[in-house]
Structures are given as structure tokens and as C-alpha cells.
């Protein structure tokens, strides 16, 4: 009964240091997505995917890459690790078709990143 | 870029009191979820409001959509300590599998 999975839960990078960000779901939905959350605030899409190997930019992609290489799966990387950076982020996955049972998206517990 | 905002950023009130918190934009949206978000954890969905002028009630929280299904509104009713937590509400244009999330109103309820 896992749900969608994110680790690390926690992690502290220097400015321009690299790192991924994974994400991981079990209930086999086409759709997923990763958003930043700031303290207090609303989530803002960073990228999503609607299937393995297609994925496109949301709000604020800049400084950040996916890749979607399996329906299971969706990393997020980070190249060059900035202060601005600093968030939590969640990744959350949806089920296919139109009607209320499956326009919910299922979100990971996040993970919080800090950039020094 | 669609902008939903809520009211108010922060709500700190005694149990047992009455509030409601609202979420509005200049857009149109096929449909408006609301969610609430405890620390340390990710949202979870409390509900989706799909045609215009619809109320939907949930135990003591009563959700609102507004009839141009433009604005949404979470009212609560004798606030517990329970109902602490972050409500974000979010909507979702047309046949798009995309969610546009509010700014987030932080709820306190104190004994």
C-alpha cells in the first residue's frame, strides 16, 4: 500500500553541487508531477508527465530536468545546485480519464532540500 | 499564468469557532479541488466541486463553488484542534490534466 514514494526525505547540498531527486508510484498512473512548495505557499508545477517517456515543463522548470523512462518512475534532477532552490518538493501521481474517481493526484510525504 | 488566491494567508482562532476561508481567481475552472496538508506530509484531497453554485458538505467543513466557477469557499463549522493545518484549494482548466494551486491559508485551532 505504498502510494507514491519520494526519497530522500531530507537533504543539505552546496551551491552548484548536483543531485536527483526520486519518486516512485505503485498504483500504475500515466500521469505525474513534481512541484515546489516554499514555506506556507501553494505547490507551483516544475515538470510533469502524462506516460513513460513523454514529459513537459510546468510553471518553474528552470534549473531542473525530468525523465521518464517507465510508468513507475519519475526523477527530478538538479544540475548546478542554487540557493533559490531551497524548497520542499512533493511529487504526486493521477490515474487516466476524466470523471472525479481519477482527477485525484496522490502526493509523496516530499523531500526537503536545502542549498548552502 | 492563472492565479488563484486565498483568504486569509493566516487563520488563528479557538476551538469551537466558526470560519471560512476563500479561493479566487479571474479564470474560469471546469473543476476546483481542496485540499489540506499537515506538516511534514504531502495534500491530501478533501474535495472536488465540478458545476457552478454547487455545495458539497463534509462532516463540519461545507465547500463552495462559485456559480461562474471562478471562486470557491471552505467553510467550517466549531473548529477543532484537528483542522489545524495548511487548506489549499486548486483548480483544473478544461479537459487539462493540470492543477493550478492556490496561495495556501494556514489554519491554526487552539484549545
Known amino acids: 500500500n505504498a502510494g507514491v514514494t519520494q526519497t530522500p526525505k531530507f537533504r543539505i547540498l552546496k551551491i552548484g553541487q548536483s543531485m536527483t531527486l526520486q519518486c516512485a508510484q505503485d498504483?500504475?498512473?500515466?500521469?505525474m508531477y513534481w512541484y515546489r512548495q516554499d514555506p506556507g505557499m501553494g505547490l507551483k508545477l516544475i515538470y510533469y508527465?502524462?506516460?513513460?517517456?513523454?514529459?513537459d515543463k510546468g510553471e518553474v522548470p528552470n534549473g531542473y530536468n525530468v525523465s521518464r523512462s517507465t510508468t513507475e518512475d519519475f526523477p527530478l534532477r538538479l544540475e548546478l545546485a542554487a540557493p533559490s532552490q531551497t524548497s520542499v518538493y512533493f511529487c504526486?501521481?493521477?490515474?487516466?480519464?476524466?470523471?472525479?474517481?481519477?482527477?485525484?493526484?496522490?502526493f509523496g510525504a516530499g523531500t526537503r532540500l536545502s542549498v548552502l | 499564468t492563472q492565479l488563484l488566491e486565498q483568504s486569509p494567508q493566516f487563520l488563528s482562532i479557538q476551538e469551537g469557532e466558526n470560519l471560512t476561508v476563500y479561493c479566487n481567481s479571474s479564470?474560469?475552472?471546469?473543476?476546483l479541488q481542496w485540499y489540506r496538508q499537515e506538516p511534514g506530509e504531502g495534500p491530501v484531497l478533501l474535495v472536488t466541486?465540478?458545476?457552478?453554485?454547487e455545495v458539497k458538505k463534509l462532516k463540519r467543513l461545507t465547500f463552495q463553488f462559485g456559480d461562474a466557477r471562478k471562486d470557491s469557499s471552505l467553510h467550517i463549522t466549531a473548529a477543532q484542534p484537528g483542522d489545524t493545518g495548511l487548506y489549499l484549494c486548486a483548480g483544473r482548466t478544461g479537459g487539462g490534466n493540470k492543477l493550478t494551486f492556490g496561495t495556501g491559508t494556514q489554519l491554526k485551532v487552539e484549545l
Open positions: 479564470s474560469v475552472f471546469s473543476s
Open positions: 466541486v465540478v458545476t457552478g453554485g
Open positions: 498504483m500504475n498512473h500515466n500521469y
Open positions: 508527465s502524462v506516460g513513460a517517456g513523454i514529459t
Open positions: 504526486a501521481s493521477k490515474g487516466q480519464g476524466g470523471d472525479l474517481a481519477k482527477n485525484i493526484q496522490y
